[in-house]
């Protein structure tokens, strides 16, 4: 089980921690995932990082400003959002597939453990 939390309400330029918490160890087998639903848009993939953290990979609208980490000692991933921007305005989520090291993956359909998502609102 995954929970997501860290939204809310920012200035355009401002910065957001999202957390996400899982229960259980298998968090250790997960790659994990962050994505985002825009109002009126569908889901679209952010980041995701591999079970060890040492491959990253992030959607080119917000590479430069995104940092996906995990702390497997604490079963929590998270996405550190800096120079935020009015767009990235959405429903955030966080998910996570089981899968051996090295795996990361933009698609949706790999994710099988969703967290609720967090709503993160940029002003202008």
């Known amino acids: 089980q995954l929970q997501a939390s860290g939204g809310g309400l920012v200035q355009a330029g401002g910065s957001l921690r999202l957390s996400c918490a899982a229960s259980g160890r298998a968090f250790l087998t997960y790659t994990m995932g962050w994505f985002r639903q825009a109002p009126g848009k569908e889901r679209e993939f952010v980041s995701a990082?591999?079970?060890?953290?040492?491959?990253?990979n992030y959607a080119d609208s917000v590479k430069g400003r995104f940092t996906i980490s995990r702390d497997n000692a604490k079963n929590t991933a998270f996405l550190q959002m800096r120079s935020l921007k009015p767009e990235d305005t959405a429903v955030y989520y966080c998910?996570?597939?089981?899968?051996?090291?090295?795996?990361?993956?933009?698609?949706?359909?790999?994710?099988?453990?969703w967290g609720q998502g967090t709503q993160v609102t940029v002003s202008s």
């Open positions: 990082i591999t079970r060890s953290g040492s491959i990253t």
């Open positions: 998910a996570g597939h089981s899968t051996i090291d090295g795996i990361v993956s933009e698609h949706e359909q790999r994710y099988d453990q």
